[in-house]
């Protein structure tokens, strides 16, 4: 069975851009969450997805959303770009059966903004 | 709001011996789920083991085992016969009846041969 994949695994862009990130979860995951980590704040909940519903936010500006497809794949979306928003975007997927599922990190995206 | 705390930004270990890594959360909540993720350099992170605050009995995997202390609100990783191949972070983790995770700073175990 395939892992979760991200795509892109880097990038690198220039502020007051937007960015869209991608994940494709593992076959028959449903809940999709985000995180961003960086040296400095370590490893942040950005957002959850369930069934194509936001279930879970956390505490970061609007310019941060995502969303979620009928095929579980997540896509998360930065806009007006700022430095500190260079980080290692990390997602993860799981069966989503009950509480405290084993989740599955994918590789990451590496966004460098300058 | 529940946070996560690891008091050791490093740790080391020689090959075969045992390591206890801490961990100290703080929650309002009865029911909840902890974890320690381990993320290798330039690897994906991984679970190692997991805990229902429920179950009274630590969990354990192979070498992996816990010491939950729900009263303290501690949860500790102890690695037995530590090999090369644990050298990484690890990272303990509060978890909700939902997916999203609690993550605290995270503790750089070197492993020595």
């Known amino acids: 069975k395939a892992g979760v994949t991200q795509t892109p695994r880097y990038l690198i862009k220039t502020r007051g851009q937007q960015v869209t990130l991608s994940c494709s979860p593992i076959s028959g995951h449903r809940s999709v969450s985000w995180y961003q980590q960086t040296p400095g704040q370590g490893l942040q909940f950005l957002f959850e997805y369930f069934s194509e519903t936001q279930r879970n936010k956390g505490n970061f500006p609007g310019r941060f959303s995502g969303r979620q497809f009928s095929n579980s794949r997540s896509e998360m979306n930065v806009s007006t770009l700022e430095l500190g928003d260079s980080a290692l975007y990390l997602c993860?997927?799981?069966?989503?059966?009950?509480?405290?599922?084993?989740?599955?990190f994918g590789p990451g995206t590496r966004l460098t903004v300058l | 709001a529940q946070t996560v705390t690891q008091s050791q930004p490093e740790m080391s270990v020689q090959e075969a011996e045992t390591v206890t890594l801490s961990c100290t959360y703080d929650t309002s909540e009865s029911d909840y789920y902890l974890f320690w993720y381990k993320q290798p350099p330039s690897r994906q992170m991984i679970l190692v083991i997991r805990q229902e605050a429920y179950k009274q009995q630590n969990a354990t995997e192979n070498r992996f085992s816990v010491n939950f202390q729900k009263a303290a609100k501690s949860f500790s990783l102890k690695i037995s016969d530590s090999q090369l191949g644990d050298a990484a972070m690890y990272f303990c983790?509060?978890?909700?009846?939902?997916?999203?995770?609690?993550f605290g700073t995270g503790t750089r175990l070197q492993v020595f041969p």
């Open positions: 993860a997927s799981s069966l989503a059966l009950q509480g405290g599922n084993e989740q599955f």
């Open positions: 983790a509060y978890g909700d009846n939902t997916d999203k995770l609690i």
